[in-house]
Nanobody, 123 residues
Framework: QVQLVESGGGLVQAGGSLRLSCAAS????????MAWFRQAPGENREFVAA????????RYVESVKGRFTISRDNAKNTLYLQMNSLKPEDTAKYYC????????????????WGQGTQVTVSS
């Protein structure tokens, strides 16, 4: 079982940048396709981005394309989300998750989840 811990959230002004990290407890991290999800207050949790085991393939929700970049460093057992040109509507708690299927957007396909890190974008 892989444990996931997110970090890097915070308060940023609109137009700013943040990089989120997700540290995994196991070297088996490299076996898992990974993803980022987010949940705003009063909203359902939504898919943000996904990446294949070796980082060759990625997938993004339309609203973040061109602004967010998902990446991973398997040697460091770490997943990243670089977020640029942030908007107030990006405000949410961001979660990383691990799946056995690559590039899927459905939450039910993800067996392991972190506790989340809060991102707040002020206007």
């Amino acid at each position: 079982q892989v444990q996931l811990v997110e970090s890097g959230g915070g308060l940023v002004q609109a137009g700013g940048s943040l990089r989120l990290s997700c540290a995994a407890s196991e070297r088996t991290f490299r076996n898992y396709p990974m993803a980022w999800f987010r949940q705003a207050p009063g909203e359902n949790r939504e898919f943000v981005a996904a990446i294949t085991q070796f980082g060759v393939g990625t997938r993004y929700v339309e609203s973040v394309k061109g602004r967010f970049t998902i990446s991973r460093d398997n040697a460091k057992n770490t997943l990243y989300l670089q977020m640029n040109s942030l908007k107030p509507e990006d405000t949410a708690k961001y979660y990383c998750a691990a799946s056995n299927r690559p590039l899927v957007a459905a939450q039910g396909e993800y067996a392991y989840w972190g506790q989340g890190t809060q991102v707040t974008v002020s206007s």
